[in-house]
């Protein structure tokens, strides 16, 4: 299902860990540089709603949260409390739950790495290059 998506793993401190963008190829880049800041500020103001879900179910998957404009906010949390937010402008929640669960599994991966330490950004290419193409599977194709 095609559509525009911002994806971005929040640390405990509410600090952007990895962040990533994923949309169609016709779309300008001076277009995404003006919503980079707006999908930013959109995803950061969505984790109160998160904060709030996350605490009244047991799930993983916490589905839509949030909506603004013609963006949808949809989050996941791992079992130690980092948040996953992404802004979608289509609704693909298979497509989003399958992506998320693949990402948690490369996040454990990355994070079990003895160099890297929690809550820092993650600078790895080939962590961002398995994103991509996790993301060009579950929520471009």
Do not use: C
Not at 15 to 23: A, D, T
Not at 36 to 64: G, K, P, S, Y
Not at 88 to 100: A, L, R, S
Not at 103 to 111: D, G, M, R, T
């Amino acid at each position: 299902m095609s559509g525009n998506y911002f994806f971005v793993i929040v640390g405990h401190n509410d600090n952007p860990v990895f962040r990533i963008e994923f949309s169609k190829s016709g779309e300008s880049s001076t277009r995404r540089e003006d919503h980079r800041h707006l999908n930013e500020f959109v995803a950061h103001a969505a984790l109160d709603h998160v904060d709030e879900t996350m605490w009244t179910t047991t799930a993983m998957n916490l589905r839509i949260v949030d909506k603004f404009n013609e963006w949808f906010v949809s989050a996941f949390v791992t079992a130690s409390r980092m948040r996953y937010v992404i802004l979608h402008d289509v609704k693909n929640e298979d497509g989003i739950k399958n992506f998320f669960q693949d990402v948690y599994e490369l996040y454990i991966k990355a994070s079990m790495n003895p160099f890297y330490r929690v809550n820092t950004q993650i600078e790895s290419p080939m962590f961002k290059r398995k994103v991509l193409t996790l993301g060009k599977k579950h929520l471009l194709g």
